[in-house]
């Protein structure tokens, strides 16, 4: 079974601040799916990964097979960024289902 | 494109009682997964169904259930209720299963946040 670790846990920044949340993961895997989840609980899917390096608008999203370890990162950071940003993977095929990180806390401040 | 729906949004049921939640995809997927959200476990893989089939299955006792229909709608069943089941349960869609090989992307809807009492 895949274990996978987010870190922080917690995270407060300040509005402007480039913002870096980890995950890493035990097993290697087919895809690895940033997601957004605001209070109220609808997630929002904002990466899925294999390979490389992705860009949103001020969002990038950054994975290293070979290290089993993925970093979301976000410049610019606005107040509406406040989240919980989640990471998950696709291991074992697909068989075992998506597997989660416990998520970071983002609070961004005026 | 219409997102994913899921019915009812809130509900309360007491313990021994069971509930059915209701989950409509995005027209043209075919896949549907399941997961449990509590403030204990975090979000949990339940079980995903693709063309109708069950394609796997978390680590959920078998008062969990799940099907799905021909038009890709799902639903999933929570028998003899427990507590510990109160949580957010959350569907999403994609067009592919991750059993498949292939990835695609997740839309997840709103959930429906059960509480038992």
């Known amino acids: 079974k895949n274990e996978v670790e987010q870190s922080p846990q917690n995270l407060t920044a300040q509005e402007g601040e480039f913002i870096t949340i980890n995950c890493s993961y035990s097993v290697g895997i087919s895809a690895l799916h940033w997601l957004q989840q605001h209070p109220g609980g609808g997630i929002v899917s904002l990466f899925m990964?294999?390979?490389g390096k992705k860009k949103h608008g001020r969002l990038i999203a950054t994975i290293n097979i070979q290290e089993k370890h993925s970093s979301l990162h976000i410049t610019a950071s606005h107040p509406r960024d406040s989240a919980v940003y989640i990471c998950?993977?696709?291991?074992?095929?697909?068989?075992?289902?998506?597997?989660f990180g416990k998520g970071t806390h983002l609070i961004i401040q005026p | 494109k219409a997102g994913v729906t899921q019915t009812p949004r809130y509900l309360i049921k007491t313990r021994g009682q069971q509930v059915t939640l209701s989950c409509s995809p995005i027209s043209g997927h075919r896949s549907v997964s399941w997961y449990q959200q509590t403030p204990g476990q975090g979000l949990q893989f339940l079980f995903e169904?693709?063309?109708?089939?069950?394609?796997n299955k978390g680590n959920f006792p078998g008062r969990f259930s799940g099907r799905q229909f021909s038009n890709s709608r799902s639903e999933m069943n929570v028998s003899t209720l427990e507590l510990g089941d109160s949580a957010l349960y959350l569907c999403?869609?994609?067009?592919?299963?991750?059993?498949?090989?292939?990835?695609?992307?997740?839309?997840f809807g709103e959930g429906s946040r059960l509480t038992v009492l």
């Open positions: 998950a993977v696709n291991s074992g095929g697909g068989a075992d289902g998506l597997t």
């Open positions: 990964l294999s390979s």
């Open positions: 999403a869609s994609s067009l592919f299963p991750g059993t498949s090989g292939l990835t695609g992307e997740l839309f």
């Open positions: 169904y693709f063309s109708e089939t069950q394609r």
